[in-house]
C-alpha cells in the first residue's frame, strides 16, 4: 500500500516526548513493503534507490499499533502508531477513507 501521509512525532525510542523543534507536520509519501514503512520525500518509483534520509525515516511497524487518534482534534483523520520500541507517531491521511485503511494495513503486519 502506498499514499500521501503527513507525520508528527510524538514520542522517542525512550517513549520520552519528543522535545519542541521535532514536533512539527512533515508530509511524505509513504510506502509499507512487508513489515517496513518507508517514508519518502518523493514519489514513489520502484527502481529507484532508497536514500540515507529514507532509511532513517522508515518505520519498523512489526508489533506496533495503529488507532485513530480520538484524543487529537487539531486535525482531521489522524491516525496514531505506536511502534515496538515506544516511538509514537500521528499520521494524517487524505480522507478517512485512507486513514482506515492504512490503520488496517498496519495491524495485519
Ligand atoms: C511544533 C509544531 C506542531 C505542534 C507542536 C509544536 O513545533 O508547531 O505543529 O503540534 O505542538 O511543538 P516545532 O515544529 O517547533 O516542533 P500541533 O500541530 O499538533 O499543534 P505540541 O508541542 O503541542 O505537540
Redesign the pocket.
Known sequence: KHGVLTR?S?AEMDGKRTP??????KKFYAVLKGTILYLQKDEYKPDKELSEVDLKNAIRIHHALATKATD?S??PNVLKLKTADWRVFLFQAPSEEEMLSWILRINIV
Open positions: 508528527k510524538h519542541r523543534g521535532r514536533r512539527g507536520w487529537y487539531k486535525r
